[in-house]
């Protein structure tokens, strides 16, 4: 007869109470890039002002468009070329101190300008101090967040923090622009620095370098990744990674294609869009609530371009988005009037849609060539996406003293954003790059 005392095995496939609450607790990584949203959203105001000043200044201090648009060019330059040095800044000291450094300077230069009497200070503040702390703002942060953080949903998390900056604008853009209306451009200057200020308490507080700070594996990953010792000489790591980078083909070719990417947009539209629809009758509010619109359309279609980044062939979106900006951009010399029209709402829905789509798989295409070194690499791309900003910020302007108009710079970049749609399929694909060595 068989015992009745044999105690059963308890199911195994049983979970607990605890690790069911774990398994369903929210991952760390997720507030993180929900504090970064947040970050790039308070930054996003000084994106937002550029455009803005150019008819004020112009009538204030009677300083050419050129050189106005000269400061603005030494703002998106710089906003570039620091971006590399930033990343690998982070590396060295943690992704919290950097930003909070560089929206501190952000605010300083803006708050600076209110003095200013002279073209050379404009150049101080808004084109040194502010492209210098911007550039620590720029999409290497996004991209350092999510490489550290994320190892599933990086084309998704890319997309959503790149919407972050069109967000700021959606909100700052029709604030700056009636202040500048009613009450000049100075309380616009003053705004742009205390929003920048205040979110510098928010991320000394609640932003995390590493997930191995708070003992978690980054989201999606296997393992636990301990984290990375500080990486010493950033500067020597930066310029080692450009000159072990620009030894491969598909560098030169993400470079020139962000370049034209960059000219396209924060040069050419950005800067010169209120403007050249103020030439055109149209009040500075509607022309800048135009903007924003389009930065609510940005949000929608980057955040949809990081969820086709991480399902389709990189280089066709690529040029996909950019075949259709160069359409885009041909027909709008046509459709800017006194009034906003239905023509015109079209392009702005149409273009936003496709602002900044082209960052998620421009990131996507570095971490699959360069790998580790890939937030460094594509600081370096994203500086020539802000050189062909900055080359574009001032030839619009002296095209405009020059001609009178800024058609002929729409048409240019039109025929750009073609080029740049032809060298994105000619992208190779393939496994990281070794070309890349760690310093």
């Known amino acids: 007869m068989t015992q009745t005392s044999d105690i059963p095995a308890a199911p195994a496939a049983s979970p607990t109470g605890e690790a069911v609450r774990r398994r369903r607790r929210v991952h760390r990584a997720w507030f993180v890039a929900a504090v970064a949203f947040v970050t790039i959203i308070g930054a996003a105001a000084f994106r937002s ?35 590399p040095f930033a990343a690998a800044l982070m590396d060295r000291y943690g992704i919290r101190r950097v930003v909070a450094a560089a929206l501190t300077v952000i605010a300083l230069g803006s708050g600076l300008t209110v003095w200013m009497t002279a073209a050379w200070q404009l150049l101080l503040c808004w084109g040194l101090l502010v492209g210098l702390g911007s550039g620590s703002m720029a999409l290497a942060f996004a991209a350092t967040v999510t490489n550290r953080w994320f190892t599933e949903r990086r084309g998704l998390v890319t997309g959503i923090l790149t919407a972050a900056a069109a967000s700021g604008q959606l909100i700052f853009l029709p604030l700056l622009s009636w202040i500048v209306q009613e009450h000049q451009w100075r ?72 370049a034209i990417c960059g000219a396209s947009t924060n040069g050419l539209v950005q800067t010169h869009f209120v403007p050249a629809a103020h030439d055109h009758g149209m009040p500075i509010t509607a022309a800048a609530s135009l903007l924003a619109v389009i930065g609510v359309f940005d949000v929608v279609g980057t955040v949809a ?52 789509a082209t960052v998620p798989p421009t990131i996507a295409l570095c971490r699959e060539h360069y790998g580790d070194d890939s937030a460094i690499v594509f600081g370096w791309v994203l500086a020539s996406h802000q050189v062909g900003a900055a080359a574009v910020a001032f030839a619009g302007g002296l095209a405009r003293d020059v001609f009178g108009t800024y058609d002929v710079v729409w048409y240019a970049s039109g025929a750009l954003c073609a080029a740049a749609a032809l060298m994105a399929l000619v992208i190779r694909r393939g496994a990281p790059s070794r070309a890349v060595a760690a310093v």
């Open 305 to 356: 371009s990081g969820w086709f980044t991480d399902r389709f062939d990189t280089r066709r979106l690529l040029a996909v988005y950019y075949a259709l900006r160069g359409v885009s951009l041909l027909f709008l010399p046509m459709l800017l009037a006194p009034s906003v029209h239905p023509p015109m709402i079209f392009f702005i829905v149409f273009y936003g849609l496709d602002w900044v």
């Open 187 to 258: 309380p616009a200057a003053v705004t742009v620095a205390l929003a920048a200020l205040a979110v510098v308490p928010f991320v000394w507080l609640l932003l995390r370098d590493h997930p191995a700070d708070v003992g978690l594996a980054p989201y999606g990953a296997k393992e636990f990744v301990p984290k990375p010792p500080p990486v010493p000489g950033a500067a020597r790591r930066t310029l080692s990674v450009l000159f072990s980078a620009a030894r491969t083909g598909p560098f030169w070719l993400l470079a020139g294609t962000f």
């Open 49 to 83: 002002l550029p455009g803005l000043l150019i008819d004020p200044l112009h009538q204030e201090f009677g300083w050419s468009r050129a050189t106005i648009g000269l400061a603005v060019s030494i703002n998106l330059a710089l906003y570039g070329l620091t971006a």
